[in-house]
């Protein structure tokens, strides 16, 4: 079993920059990547960044290129996600992801292990 704890959100106004961090915990020899996802009211959960812990590699969903940056700490089994200029339309629940498998970056069926969640709030 992975555990999963995330930290960071809050309220900023738009334009703003917050950063987000999960940490793993548990059997973490089986997690090879992490990732962020979010999920507002009324939409489905969607993939905002992934990276592979062991080289680094990262991957963004298209509404957040150029504008969040996700970075991870192998050793620790923990990662970052560096959000600035923040947009209305990024108001959700984020949520860290890990995952054992190879298989899509983008797809939540990848991911084995959730954390609870946190709300990330944009007032316009």
């Known amino acids: 079993q992975v555990q999963l704890v995330e930290s960071g959100g809050g309220t900023v106004q738009a334009g703003g920059s917050l950063r987000l961090s999960c940490a793993a915990s548990?059997?973490?020899?089986?997690?090879?990547?992490m990732g962020w996802f979010r999920q507002s009211p009324g939409h489905d959960r969607q993939f905002v960044a992934t990276i592979w812990l062991s080289s680094g590699r990262p991957s963004y969903g298209d509404s957040v290129k150029g504008r969040f940056t996700i970075s991870g700490d192998n050793a620790q089994k923990t990662v970052y996600l560096e959000m600035n200029s923040l947009e209305f339309e990024d108001t959700a629940v984020y949520y860290c992801a890990a995952s054992r498998s190879y298989g899509l970056e983008w797809s939540a069926d990848e991911y084995d292990a959730w954390g609870q969640g946190t709300q990330v709030t944009v007032s316009s």
């Open positions: 548990g059997r973490t020899n089986v997690v090879f990547r």
